[in-house]
């Protein structure tokens, strides 16, 4: 059952304070669906994150600070509910991702996620799914004006 507390529904309101409040990791946008601001750890969660694929989602609020800059295994992003896909959208700003993500991820025209990763129950609950986990598969990347995004399916 989901379980989110007060001060994670606080609402940001323009996408650049959003994407600096680090206290603040859950929001609805303006486009009016919810929006989880978290940190995508590249990887297998079967290979203790390396190789391809999404090793695990951090929550901002919960990512430690010094990660979110040091580490070329993960990226800022913004996640969204897609009920076309049946699970969420996954968008990086280019900016927040370092050169090897660009070389190695980004500079496909496909994402390769050959193992299942779980959404904390937090950001799950956040962007209301019936789900938590991110089903293997091969998802296209899209480039939009800022950066890249991917849609993955949920189970």
């Known amino acids: 059952m ?6 994670d529904q606080a609402l940001a309101p323009s996408m650049a ?14 486009y009016e669906f919810p929006e989880v601001f978290g940190d995508i750890v590249f990887g297998s969660p079967k290979d203790e994150c390396r190789g391809s694929g999404i090793c695990s989602v951090v929550a901002l ?20 509910p897609d009920a076309d896909a049946g699970g ?19 500079r496909h025209t496909m994402f390769a996620m050959p193992d299942a990763c779980e959404l904390p129950e937090r950001v799950a609950c956040a962007l209301g799914l019936n789900g938590s986990t991110l089903v293997p598969g091969t998802y296209p990347i899209r480039r939009t004006t800022n950066g890249y995004a991917f849609s993955i399916r949920i189970a």
């Open 2 to 7: 989901c379980n989110v507390s007060s001060t």
């Open 17 to 30: 304070s959003q994407a600096t409040d680090e206290n603040n990791f859950i929001h609805t946008s303006f």
């Open 61 to 80: 609020a919960d990512a430690p600070a010094a990660s979110r800059h040091n580490d070329c295994r993960r990226a800022r992003a913004s996640l969204r």
């Open 88 to 106: 969420i959208e996954v968008v990086f700003r280019a900016q927040d991702l370092c050169s090897h993500l660009l070389k190695n991820v980004f």
